[in-house]
């Protein structure tokens, strides 16, 4: 159903006839149309825009959509359709949810999730959880622009869950498993790989032959996989571009295994952070730091120096401000005494906590 936040569009036509001189497409009244809508859906606050869908499309029945992905024998569903759309699929196959748990090491868990639902629903639930919840972003300065890094791409390690959730043995009770740490990653999947594609093949050139092609077909009509066996490919694209190591896969545990590692890039940035967390404010900092410093340093000249005036004397966006701000309190490095108005900041210890 369209709504404010969603619109169908049944097709979308390239744009045509570039203009010789300048390169520039030709944009005619429909192609405008569609530009102001997308522009529309930017400047507000955002929404989904289907391309292949108008509105007759929505009344076509779940049955007919059922049957149009051949999700039935006879007068029966298939257990590919009660995977991936039924709201519980462990009603019929036990174990057809993910697990997730952070390990402070291989023996202690400190927090864990379990992820239940409709399949075509789980991966994306997953990934939403995962990196907000378990996975922290480092913090980075690109001169005054704030950058968070991840140790693991998030458009890779999709791919890997996909496969995974795809590929698994459904005739088996046990669960996917996510062991997630603070610098590498298991993905565990009760499964196999086709022996037409052995371990030491995956990435390269193979064939597609999913373990559960039905439920495979589904995914792919969704438009959340190919049907080109080229996962592991994006996943090297992926990786290649945020510099990030390739996972590993084996089948030591009885099942696939992914291992994902941090990134070098992390690693020196995660050492960086906790080299910095007991350093003493009169000790010369790294570049990362001159910015902390910077704002402590006019802190200790000025107490009742404003957030304005420290973005003016620090060349550094307000927001970043406000952020540094709220880092260095949660840190107990400094203290507001006083209302916003009229109080002033206080340094509460001699180092950052």
């Known amino acids: 159903m369209e709504s404010q936040s969603i619109e169908y569009k049944k097709t979308w036509r390239d744009l045509r006839q570039n203009y010789a001189s300048f390169g520039l497409p030709k944009v005619g009244k429909q192609d405008a149309k569609r530009i102001a809508t997308i522009c529309a859906f930017a400047n507000t606050e955002g929404g989904k825009l289907y391309i292949g869908l108008d509105d007759a499309a929505l009344d076509v029945s779940n049955e007919t959509l059922i049957q149009n992905l051949h999700l039935t024998e006879g007068d029966c569903l298939t257990r590919a359709c009660m995977l991936a759309f039924y709201p519980d699929p462990e009603k019929w196959v036990t174990g057809a949810y993910i697990k997730v748990a952070y390990f402070e090491n291989d023996a202690d868990i400190l927090y864990q999730d379990e992820i239940h639902g409709p399949l075509i629903l789980q991966v994306e639930k997953t990934m939403d959880l995962i990196y907000s919840k378990y996975m922290k972003a480092l913090?980075?300065?690109?001169?005054?622009?704030?950058?968070?890094?991840?140790?693991?791409?998030?458009?890779?390690?999709?791919?890997?869950?996909?496969?995974?959730?795809?590929?698994?043995?459904?005739?088996?009770?046990?669960?996917?498993?996510?062991?997630?740490?603070?610098?590498?990653?298991?993905?565990?999947?009760?499964?196999?790989?086709?022996?037409?594609?052995?371990?030491?093949?995956?990435?390269?050139?193979?064939?597609?032959?999913?373990?559960?092609?039905?439920?495979?077909?589904?995914?792919?009509?969704?438009?959340?996989?190919?049907?080109?066996?080229?996962?592991?490919?994006?996943?090297?694209?992926?990786?290649?571009?945020?510099?990030?190591?390739?996972?590993?896969i084996d089948l030591s545990l009885g099942g696939v295994t992914a291992r994902c590692f941090a990134s070098d890039k992390y690693l020196a940035l995660m050492n960086e952070h906790?080299?910095?967390?007991?350093?003493?404010?009169?000790?010369?900092?790294?570049?990362?730091?001159?910015?902390?410093?910077?704002?402590?340093?006019?802190i200790k000249t000025n107490p009742y120096v404003t957030r304005t005036e420290l973005s003016d004397l620090t060349g550094i966006s307000p927001d970043d401000i406000k952020w540094q701000l709220k880092q260095l309190k949660d840190k107990k490095v400094i203290a507001r005494v006083g209302a916003d108005k009229g109080g002033y900041w206080e340094i509460v210890s001699g180092d950052e906590k």
């Open 274 to 298: 906790q080299e910095t967390e007991n350093v003493p404010l009169n000790v010369p900092l790294t570049e990362r730091q001159k910015t902390t410093q910077k704002i402590l340093d006019i």
């Open 139 to 248: 913090i980075s300065y690109d001169d005054i622009y704030r950058k968070e890094t991840f140790f693991f791409p998030r458009a890779a390690f999709r791919e890997l869950l996909l496969n995974a959730v795809i590929h698994k043995d459904y005739l088996s009770t046990t669960p996917i498993q996510i062991r997630i740490y603070k610098d590498k990653i298991r993905l565990w999947n009760d499964g196999a790989l086709p022996k037409e594609v052995p371990v030491e093949d995956l990435y390269k050139e193979h064939v597609s032959k999913p373990c559960n092609p039905n439920l495979a077909n589904v995914f792919f009509k969704c438009g959340m996989i190919e049907s080109w066996a080229r996962g592991f490919s994006k996943i090297t694209r992926y990786c290649e571009e945020e510099n990030a190591k390739l996972p590993e």
